[in-house]
């Protein structure tokens, strides 16, 4: 079964991506996982400087279930990549011409200045990458420089260094976002004024994973002490799945999303497909259970496909969103259903079913 998926203008030989983060942190790894058949890959973040990147060990934190010990949320304090453009610039030719088919999309992030902006657009664009993620949404560390969420919880500065990126840039434009914020529609549609044509989401919820008890320290601990870091896994796929039905009824037609957070598995994929994602992303998933999960999603999303009638992915990308409303049209929608309920249960053949006495007061308003 065909399950490619034309994404502004880029055809995704599956909607499955690796989302941007230690999945797709040098070539090796990329490359394997397109051997493994996953449609596409957001590179590792990466920036001008990056001797400028110093990254701390330990630097995630489990979440795990009381009861089976699975993991259920995840935290990292870790960095954008600490690897040098040069050798990202290499790895990106050398992925492109090995897999010209699979989609290879490069996570920028740079300091608030438009000619650093503009120089890192074109650097990475002469390489043939497919499209462009721009980072607006590294909740921790990078933030002490003005980095990531400090410019995604700014509607203002997104849509200014977008229009940096897409004013030299002539490929698709993606930015991603923080859900750090009250309301995402809003520094998502500036992005969109600034020339962006896609919105990826969610990236990490700032977070403190928990409290040694023996030492009192909070974790993840370096050197006795810690930093809030960002929160993924499946704890967080409730509130992703929440931002991203938001984007999708909010944002102009043409803009598409690529859905991220705690997936898992297809079903989980499929939940974000049906609230408006055309593509969607894996990382802590990734992580921790290896590039293989490819395997169960492609299954899952043609078995889905086959179950359910669809000949095409693109067919049902957003089908539930027709299902949101308000709590005072569910109020109407039920008061509804009931008097229909009760019109039927005053049919004549619903005479029998119960004792007589009893269908008699049923019937009876006093
Ligand atoms: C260890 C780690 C490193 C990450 N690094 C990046 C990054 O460099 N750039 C980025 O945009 N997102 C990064 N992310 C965020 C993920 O791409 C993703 O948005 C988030 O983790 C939620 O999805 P998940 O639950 O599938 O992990 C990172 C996440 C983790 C866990």
Not at 261 to 287: K, P, Y
Not at 297 to 306: C, D, W
Request: glycine share 10%.
């Amino acid at each position: 079964m065909d399950l490619s998926i034309v994404v502004n203008g880029m055809t995704f030989p599956n909607p499955f991506l690796l989302g941007s983060g230690p999945p797709g942190t040098n070539a090796r790894v990329i490359a394997k996982s397109f051997e493994a058949g996953w449609g596409g890959a957001v590179a590792k973040t990466i920036s001008l400087e990056s001797a400028k990147v110093v990254n701390v060990v330990p630097r995630y934190g489990k979440l795990r279930s009381k009861i089976s010990g699975e993991v259920i949320g995840f935290e990292n304090i870790e960095l954008i990549s600490d690897r040098p453009i040069d050798v990202w610039l290499d790895e990106f030719r050398q992925v492109k011409k090995e897999y010209p088919k699979h989609i290879l999309i490069a996570s920028i992030m740079e300091e608030y200045e438009k000619s650093r902006w503009q120089e890192l657009t074109r650097m990475v664009q002469d390489t043939g990458v497919d499209a462009f993620e721009l980072n607006f949404s590294c909740p921790h560390g990078m933030t002490e420089r003005r980095m990531g969420s400090e410019m995604g919880e700014h509607p203002d500065l997104c849509e200014e260094v977008t229009s940096w990126v897409t004013e030299v840039s002539n490929i698709p434009v993606w930015a991603k976002m923080t859900p750090n914020i009250t309301n995402i529609k809003e520094p998502s549609l500036a992005a969109v004024r600034g020339g962006a044509v896609g919105i990826s989401a969610i990236n990490t919820i700032l977070s403190v994973i928990g409290v040694d008890l023996d030492t009192l320290r909070p974790m993840p601990t370096v050197e006795g002490h810690t930093v809030p870091g960002g929160y993924s896994s499946q704890a967080v796929r409730p509130i992703a799945l929440r931002m991203v039905s938001q984007l999708a009824l909010g944002l102009p037609q043409d803009v598409s999303i690529s859905g991220i957070g705690g997936i898992e598995n297809s079903h989980d994929a499929l939940e974000f497909m049906l609230l408006g994602s055309s593509t969607v992303q894996l990382c802590t998933g990734v992580m921790l259970h290896g590039v293989k999960m490819i395997d169960e999603l492609n299954e899952g999303l043609e078995k889905f496909m086959v179950d359910k009638g669809f000949n095409s992915v693109q067919e049902f990308v957003g089908k539930s969103l027709g299902y949101f409303s308000t709590h005072m049209d569910l109020v109407q929608k039920m008061k509804a259903a009931k008097r229909a309920k009760a019109g039927e249960a005053s049919r004549d053949n619903e005479w029998g079913q119960k004792d007589i006495t009893e269908k008699t007061a049923e019937l009876t308003s006093n």
